[in-house]
């Protein structure tokens, strides 16, 4: 197939291009500098868009079979200073409403359109249970995760099939929250983050990659999935399981105090809970390769 990524030079964008490109599908990149746009080395294709000025090169996307859009500013990349709060929302949901004009007036629409999305979708659960019938929470990255999805109806509404991609905490030593956690725990400063009972969504990105491309290829997968493990671990287990798995002792905890003086807002998140399980994706047949969390955690190493 011809597929177009968005957010392709991400953690989890370019382990999806390097899989699809190795079974021989063609991949459009959306990419924001010129100097990106046209035949890449890799073999892939570059196309401009501009998601703050909703500016996209349609005829670029002509013969595409599917969409998935990835693209949006790092929730651990910066303090939340509401600048940077701005960032979070507008490279999202203007983003996903670039995408979905486009694919909704295009003459040969394409089938699928895979929009990410966020456990965050749910708010601060503490130890219940969440699925993908669970209602949306209120808080800032809750918001942000309703007005992300609401963007890409246009394309529904053409009658696209659209999935939406509800991912947790994907776990790798290239980036991500694993990119920073990983080194400390080689050095043996590795521990649990404010009390360690909060839950975290965890999903191997071999995994995440696997269900994005079930999503793109599931012929009736419409609506919300939620992308984490069948098992949901607590800060505690995953903090020993990185541990077991490096060899290393984890005897650094970090208070919360401390983490709201390093992280300001984003602290909410470190030390917020959510208890999410994939139902959808268990359903429909996916399978997982790391279903566990020392399996996750050895394949990310």
């Known amino acids: 197939m011809r597929i177009a990524v968005t957010g392709s030079t991400g953690l989890v964008g370019s382990a999806l291009v ?145 999935a939406y991609a509800r991912t947790g905490l994907v776990l790798s030593t290239k980036g991500g929250a694993g990119g920073r956690l990983f080194p400390l725990f080689r050095l043996g400063l590795g521990g649990r983050l404010g009390s360690g009972g909060q839950y975290w969504a965890v999903i191997s990105l071999a995994d995440e990659v696997a269900a994005l491309r079930f999503l793109i290829d599931g012929p009736e997968l419409s609506g919300p999935f939620n992308l984490t493990g069948p098992e949901p671990v607590t800060n505690r287990e995953l903090t020993e399981a990185m541990g077991r798995a490096l060899g290393r002792p984890t005897p650094f905890p970090v208070p919360e105090a401390v983490l709201r003086l390093a992280l300001g807002e984003m602290a909410v998140e470190v030390c917020g809970s959510h208890r999410v399980l994939p139902k959808r994706l268990l359903d429909a047949g996916f399978r997982f390769q790391h279903p566990d969390v020392d399996s996750a955690v050895r394949a990310a190493l």
Request: with cysteine; glycine share 12%; aromatic share 4%.
């Open 18 to 162: 390097r899989s699809l490109l190795a079974d021989g599908h063609e991949v459009v990149r959306l990419v924001r500098h010129r100097a990106r746009t046209g035949r890449q080395p890799d073999g892939t294709l570059g196309v401009g868009w501009n998601p703050h000025r909703m500016q996209i090169d349609r005829a670029g996307l002509d013969g595409v079979e599917a969409v998935v859009n990835l693209a949006g500013a790092g929730v651990g990349d910066h303090r939340w200073t509401e600048a940077y709060r701005q960032e979070i929302r507008d490279s999202r949901v203007l983003g996903t409403e670039t995408i979905a004009a486009a694919l909704a007036e295009a003459g040969k629409p394409p089938r699928v359109l895979v929009n990410a999305s966020a456990v965050g979708y749910y708010g601060q659960t503490g130890d219940r249970i969440i699925d993908e019938e669970s209602p949306a929470g209120d808080d800032f990255l809750a918001r942000v995760c309703t007005e992300w999805e609401a963007a890409a109806r246009p394309a529904e509404d053409a009658g696209i099939r659209v």
